[in-house]
């Protein structure tokens, strides 16, 4: 029998349970039981009831719901029917609690083994997805779904659907973006590789709140839930799995209200690897949280190496004008063109860090920075060519004096470095200031007030929801 065949054959008495029942099906109960019945049950089902409550809910081409369930799906043919049972018995207990319409939607990214075609005939929506990678085929799935909730799971059975209506009441309370956290809801044996579980999520997880104040408990949690107006603000680009880490990053940043509810992990129901490749992906994750933190990656690196390499610096400049012609400073000459050195590093780390931060405004995931407001009035291209012009006429004045002395003495070796240290690294600060200037107003959309983004009001959490709460004005959530 083919794994499609198989998949179907597995999920037909599900369906008929749920639509016989009208009840939550569960779904793990029997997980892994070899249940017979052919592809004609299935699809007879369908016909059945083919104007059901349900069956319009998730099938209605073109209609407006409230809540989407997107599986990003790539050969799970196997589980991908016990998943979008799962879905649809979770759709199945918001209407009858919220009276929410809802439907199941299949990102496929490329499946070569039926799950498109089990899907479609399990009644879910398919959406092609030909750019490769698990952030991809949600990115699609998100884009094409209809409601005003998404929720967002995998399709290879790990997850149990109905820990979804938590979520989706949590947004219904006001939050943002609703967090699953398997180590609140628990790990059964076999579902997570001890590695995953003790070294990579808790680490990862800590690094996310230490550099963006999530303040969650579990970062990586394949089960969530967020709006989709929501989804719309994070402008999420991410294409592999880094995208969970980009969805929570981009939401601490903006402050959207998170929220975490417990899920539980189950073993897959797969029989292939998994998708999922530790170290690479740990990887991915890890240089996005970089990425999206310039104040760790280069401001505060900058500010430790500009306070190290002045503090030599200026040591060896007060050594220096005490006796002008002392051979050594006492740290030697080597300390003295390393913070040379370090200092041009920490200036130009400073105004990448500065380039960071205002990408990340002008591209609406990054809020202004308080301190933005007080530079906008005197940091303009104009002004770093003007500085950067006198840095560098400053250190070509230090080196000429450094050539006159030189000559006036013979031409003999200058055993203190000192001055010309201090002169390079001027005209280094200089050319790198006019440029980083350049730079700035080029990502700033080649506007040379690349910080007058800070001069505006900006915009409050209470006012960016007032145009979508007047829209839901009309609409009331019942609850029964």
Same mark, same amino acid.
């Given at each position: 029998?083919?794994?499609?065949?198989?998949?179907?054959?597995?999920?037909?008495?599900?369906?008929?349970?749920?639509?016989?029942?009208?009840?939550?099906?569960?779904?793990?109960?029997?997980?892994?039981?070899?249940?017979?019945?052919?592809?004609?049950?299935?699809?007879?089902?369908?016909?059945?009831?083919?104007?059901?409550?349900?069956?319009?809910?998730?099938?209605?081409?073109?209609?407006?719901?409230?809540?989407?369930?997107?599986?990003?799906?790539?050969?799970?043919?196997?589980?991908?029917? &016990?998943?979008? %049972? @799962?879905?649809? *018995? #979770?759709?199945? $207990?918001?209407?009858?609690?919220? !009276?929410?319409? =809802?439907?199941?939607?299949?990102?496929?990214?490329?499946?070569?083994?039926?799950?498109?075609?089990?899907?479609?005939?399990?009644?879910?929506?398919?959406?092609?997805?030909?750019?490769?990678?698990?952030?991809? &085929?949600?990115? %699609? @799935?998100?884009? *094409? #779904?209809?409601? $005003?909730?998404?929720?967002?799971? !995998?399709?290879? =059975?790990?997850?149990?659907?109905?820990?979804?209506?938590?979520?989706?009441?949590?947004?219904?309370?006001?939050?943002?973006?609703?967090?699953?956290?398997?180590?609140?809801?628990?790990?059964?044996?076999?579902?997570?590789?001890?590695?995953?579980?003790?070294?990579?999520?808790?680490?990862?997880?800590?690094?996310?709140?230490?550099?963006?104040?999530?303040?969650?408990?579990?970062?990586?949690?394949?089960?969530?839930?967020?709006?989709?107006?929501?989804?719309?603000?994070?402008?999420?680009?991410?294409?592999?799995?880094?995208?969970?880490?980009?969805?929570?990053?981009?939401?601490?940043?903006?402050?959207?209200?998170?929220?975490?509810?417990?899920?539980?992990?189950?073993?897959?129901?797969?029989?292939?690897?998994?998708?999922?490749?530790?170290?690479?992906?740990?990887?991915?994750?890890?240089?996005?949280?970089?990425?999206?933190?310039?104040?760790?990656?280069?401001?505060?690196?900058?500010?430790?190496?500009?306070?190290?390499?002045?503090?030599?610096?200026?040591?060896?400049?007060?050594?220096?004008?005490?006796?002008?012609?002392?051979?050594?400073?006492?740290?030697?000459?080597?300390?003295?063109?390393?913070?040379?050195?370090?200092?041009?590093?920490?200036?130009?780390?400073?105004?990448?860090?500065?380039?960071?931060?205002?990408?990340?405004?002008?591209?609406?995931?990054?809020?202004?920075?308080?301190?933005?407001?007080?530079?906008?009035?005197?940091?303009?291209?104009?002004?770093?060519?003007?500085?950067?012009?006198?840095?560098?006429?400053?250190?070509?004045?230090?080196?000429?004096?450094?050539?006159?002395?030189?000559?006036?003495?013979?031409?003999?070796?200058?055993?203190?470095?000192?001055?010309?240290?201090?002169?390079?690294?001027?005209?280094?600060?200089?050319?790198?200031?006019?440029?980083?200037?350049?730079?700035?107003?080029?990502?700033?959309?080649?506007?040379?007030?690349?910080?007058?983004?800070?001069?505006?009001?900006?915009?409050?959490?209470?006012?960016?929801?007032?145009?979508?709460?007047?829209?839901?004005?009309?609409?009331?959530?019942?609850?029964?």
């Amino acid at each position: 029998m083919s794994p499609m065949m198989a998949a179907v054959c597995h999920v037909a008495a599900r369906v008929a349970q749920l639509q016989a029942a009208a009840l939550p099906v569960p779904v793990r109960a029997d997980r892994r039981k070899a249940v017979s019945g052919a592809r004609g049950s299935v699809l007879s089902a369908r016909r059945r009831d083919p104007g059901g409550e349900e069956g319009r809910s998730i099938e209605g081409a073109g209609e407006t719901v409230d809540v989407s369930i997107v599986m990003p799906c790539l050969n799970e043919a196997r589980s991908i029917g &016990a998943s979008i %049972a @799962g879905a649809r *018995a #979770a759709l199945a $207990r918001l209407r009858e609690a919220h !009276d929410l319409s =809802g439907e199941v939607i299949v990102a496929d990214n490329g499946s070569s083994d039926g799950s498109e075609r089990v899907a479609r005939t399990l009644g879910a929506r398919v959406v092609a997805v030909a750019r490769r990678g698990y952030g991809a &085929a949600l990115s %699609a @799935g998100f884009e *094409a #779904a209809r409601g $005003r909730f998404l929720v967002m799971g !995998d399709a290879d =059975g790990s997850y149990d659907f109905g820990e979804s209506v938590a979520m989706v009441e949590a947004l219904l309370g006001g939050a943002d973006l609703c967090m699953g956290s398997r180590f609140k809801g628990g790990i059964k044996p076999g579902a997570m590789p001890w590695k995953n579980r003790y070294i990579g999520n808790p680490l990862l997880t800590a690094a996310l709140n230490f550099l963006f104040d999530a303040g969650i408990e579990d970062a990586h949690c394949g089960l969530r839930a967020l709006t989709k107006s929501c989804f719309e603000r994070l402008k999420l680009k991410g294409s592999g799995m880094e995208f969970a880490s980009e969805m929570v990053i981009k939401a601490a940043l903006l402050g959207v209200r998170i929220v975490e509810t417990p899920v539980t992990l189950f073993p897959d129901l797969r029989e292939r690897p998994s998708h999922l490749r530790p170290w690479r992906d740990g990887w991915r994750h890890l240089r996005f949280l970089l990425m999206l933190s310039p104040s760790s990656l280069f401001a505060a690196p900058a500010a430790l190496g500009a306070l190290f390499s002045l503090a030599v610096l200026l040591t060896a400049g007060r050594a220096w004008f005490e006796d002008l012609n002392q051979v050594q400073f006492f740290l030697g000459n080597y300390w003295v063109i390393l913070a040379g050195s370090l200092f041009e590093i920490s200036h130009i780390a400073a105004v990448l860090a500065l380039a960071c931060h205002i990408y990340g405004v002008r591209e609406g995931y990054r809020k202004p920075g308080p301190w933005t407001a007080a530079l906008a009035r005197w940091i303009s291209l104009e002004t770093m060519l003007v500085i950067g012009l006198l840095v560098f006429l400053a250190g070509f004045g230090i080196l000429l004096w450094v050539v006159v002395y030189w000559s006036s003495h013979g031409f003999i070796r200058i055993a203190n470095v000192f001055p010309a240290v201090v002169g390079t690294t001027l005209l280094a600060v200089g050319v790198q200031n006019m440029l980083g200037g350049f730079l700035l107003a080029v990502i700033a959309g080649n506007e040379a007030q690349f910080l007058g983004f800070a001069a505006q009001k900006p915009v409050t959490e209470t006012e960016a929801r007032e145009p979508e709460a007047s829209g839901e004005a009309s609409k009331s959530w019942p609850s029964r």
